[in-house]
Each structure stands twice: as structure tokens, then as C-alpha cells.
């Protein structure tokens, strides 16, 4: 093509409103532009990475079995009313009607309308497992959009559905779906961990999160060096060190501390490793525990 016939606008100036260099790059780069809050539409240039990591996700898709499908953006609101999540969903999700006052919502995932569709088109357990996938266009009503395109309140998601007669099933498809992410990421060159995460308002026993290692982002993420262990901080787990620990190798004593405001400004006034500090935190308790007050002693570090 000619780049007569080709809309390629850069900029020179990075826009105030982006934080994250993501979402600079791809606004300079003429990839994307902003139509509002949590909007963008994509150029030529976006459009052509857009439908290559497609192609990536659609490649890994089909070889761990999964079969595409294309369900409606609009869904109507009984599925959800049905599910219990019209209310549990909260104001993210975006509630409108139609000319007829029948109420509808613009789909933040899909869980509803796949699991309606199997429910009317299997006759038989011998048809499953089945798992199948679509990336389509999702709507969710952040409150406070932020990244560019990756934490936007409309986003195209690839996002797949399995159904099962036991959970042995499940397991080997969850695993299949795991490997698939894994070499998805691993294609696209990225330095990611897949981490134990929060199943949230989806529901379900277990979760695993992908996710890219950097500095911009809103998530933190605690994983090991020396295994494969990652998770999410809300989810993490504390290790109690190996061994017996030292005997004392002095006697309790009370010390004055009216300049130590923080554990750091305390490790400095006595020389301390960060690890042999403890703060105390006063939270008020939990009705049922029955005490008013609780003191929580947490390690320094």
C-alpha cells in the first residue's frame, strides 16, 4: 500500500493524561487515539499488532482443542438476573434497554450466554468435554480508566468456556489452558509469571493470573527466584524460616525510642537487622470475636 493512501499520524509531545510509557509510546506511535474516558480507537499501525497477537492467541487456542465461537456484545438482563450476579455485579456493569424497555446489559464477560447456549444445544454427556473460545469486545464501567488500552472500559479479551462431566475433565483442561497461556506469552517475548490469584466475581475454586513483570500496573506480585511459586500479595504465603532460632543474647530490657517514628528510623537507631524488629499494630476486633480491641504483632520486615 501506498502511504498515500495510509493514515499515519505520529506525535512529537507525549499527552498529559498518559502515566504509563504503554500507553505514551502507542499514542506517539500513531497506534491508538483517545475518544474518551477509557475509549480508544485503533489505527492502521494499532490494527496490524492488534490482529498479530490475535493470530498468536487464536494459533495456541486451537492446538489445546479449544474451538471458536462469536457470542453478542449486548446480552439480555434474565441471564443475569438468573445467575444472581445483575446485583453482585456492581456499577461496572453498564444496565440499558431497548426500544421496548427490556432491559439489557453490555457484556463484561460471558459466562451467562455460553452457559445458556450449552444448556440448549447438548443433548447428551457424550458430547463433553468441550471448551469453547471467543475474542470479542467487552464493556466493563471502570470508575477510574487508567493505562490506555490496558485498563480501559471497553477491550477486546479472548476468553474461553469449558463444561465437563467430572472434575478429573476439568483438571486436564485447566492444565491444557495453562500451557496454552504459558507458550502465548512465551511467544510474545515477555518476562511473565503465572500467579496465584483472587477468582473474584467470576466464581470458582482456583485461579491462576498471567502476568507481565514491570514497574507501571496495579498489581504486585510476590514469586520466587528459586521455584515456580508466584502469587498475587493478597494471596501470598508466609514461610516460617528453617531451623531453630538463636538463643537471646541478652536480657530483656525497656529502651527509650521517642525518635523512631518508623521500623527503618529504629533499625538505624540500634543497629538491628530489619528481620529482628516486630511492630505492633491496635485494630479494632470483629464483633463476633467478642473483644473490642486486638493487637496484631507483625515481623519488621
Known amino acids: 500500500m501506498r502511504t498515500t493512501q495510509y493514515l499515519l499520524s505520529t506525535q512529537k509531545e507525549t499527552p498529559s493524561d ?133 485498563r480501559s472500559r471497553e477491550f477486546i479479551m479472548k476468553d474461553a468456556y469449558s463444561f465437563h462431566v467430572s472434575q478429573e475433565s476439568l483438571q486436564e483442561t485447566y492444565d491444557a489452558m495453562y500451557r496454552a497461556y504459558s507458550q502465548i506469552f512465551s511467544r510474545m517475548g515477555l518476562d511473565f509469571r503465572a500467579v496465584q490469584a483472587d477468582t473474584g466475581s467470576i466464581g470458582g475454586s482456583a485461579s491462576h493470573e498471567f502476568q507481565v513483570l514491570a514497574q507501571s500496573g496495579e498489581d504486585d506480585v510476590i514469586f520466587s527466584t ?37 521500623i527503618a528510623e529504629l533499625v538505624e537507631q540500634f543497629s538491628l537487622p530489619v528481620e529482628k524488629t516486630v511492630k505492633t499494630l491496635i485494630v479494632k476486633g470483629a464483633e463476633e470475636s467478642g473483644h473490642a480491641l486486638v493487637a496484631l504483632l507483625v515481623r519488621g520486615d
Open 18 to 150: 498518559a502515566e504509563v510509557i504503554s500507553h505514551q509510546l502507542m499514542l506517539r506511535a500513531g497506534m491508538i487515539r483517545k475518544l474518551a474516558s477509557g475509549l480508544y480507537t485503533w489505527l492502521p499501525t494499532g490494527v496490524r499488532v492488534l490482529k498479530k497477537v490475535e493470530n498468536i492467541v487464536r494459533e495456541e487456542m486451537n492446538n489445546a482443542g479449544a474451538v471458536e465461537i462469536l457470542m453478542p456484545v449486548v446480552q439480555p438482563a434474565d441471564l443475569w438476573q438468573e445467575s444472581g450476579r445483575w446485583e453482585e455485579y456492581g456499577p461496572e456493569l453498564l444496565r440499558i434497554a431497548d426500544r421496548h424497555e427490556r432491559p439489557f446489559v453490555l457484556g463484561p464477560t460471558h459466562e451467562e450466554v455460553v452457559t445458556d447456549l450449552i444448556r440448549n444445544e447438548l443433548s447428551s454427556y457424550k458430547q463433553l468435554p468441550l471448551n469453547l473460545y471467543q475474542i470479542q469486545t467487552k464493556f466493563r464501567d471502570e470508575v477510574r480508566p487508567r493505562f490506555g488500552v490496558m
Open 226 to 262: 528459586d521455584s515456580d511459586y508466584a502469587a498475587n500479595i493478597e494471596l501470598a504465603e508466609a514461610v516460617a524460616p528453617a531451623g531453630e532460632r538463636a538463643a537471646p543474647s541478652q536480657e530483656m530490657q525497656l529502651v527509650e525510642t521517642p525518635d523512631a517514628k518508623t
